[in-house]
């Protein structure tokens, strides 16, 4: 059974950063594409960025946020600078087996419990 774990949100203030961590049970972890999704309250699921052997980002976050993954640790990494308080929301970590990074959630196989990040004015 593939399970995800998310870890590292907080509260922080503008401007500031926090790492998120997500780490995947899965014997073949390195065939996985993994995503980040968040969810503000009252708003939609929306794409964050997601990583295979390329990357791709949400155009909110490009040069703020940087995903990255550690195919031996079998984990995957939200690295959020600059952060405005627009980014709060719930964070997610997904995986989808295979395929490309994707920013739609219906592709994406398997979800983590989600963790509160909340940025203060």
């Known amino acids: 059974q593939v399970q995800l774990v998310e870890s590292g949100g907080g509260l922080v203030q503008a401007g500031g950063s926090l790492r998120l961590s997500c780490a995947l049970s899965?014997?073949?972890?390195?065939?996985?594409?993994m995503g980040w999704f968040r969810q503000a309250p009252g708003k939609e699921r929306e794409f964050v960025a997601a990583?295979?052997?390329?990357?791709d980002y949400a155009d909110s976050v490009k040069g703020r946020f940087t995903i990255s993954r550690d195919n031996n640790k079998k984990a995957v990494y939200l690295q959020m600078n600059s952060l405005e308080p627009e980014d709060t929301a719930v964070y997610s970590c997904?995986?989808?087996?295979?395929?490309?990074?994707?920013?739609?959630?219906?592709?994406?196989?398997?979800w983590g419990q989600g963790t509160q990040v909340t940025v203060s004015s």
């Open positions: 997904a995986a989808r087996l295979g395929g490309n990074p994707s920013s739609e959630p219906a592709n994406y196989n398997y």
């Open positions: 990583i295979n052997y390329r990357t």
């Open positions: 899965a014997r073949t972890f390195a065939t996985y594409t």
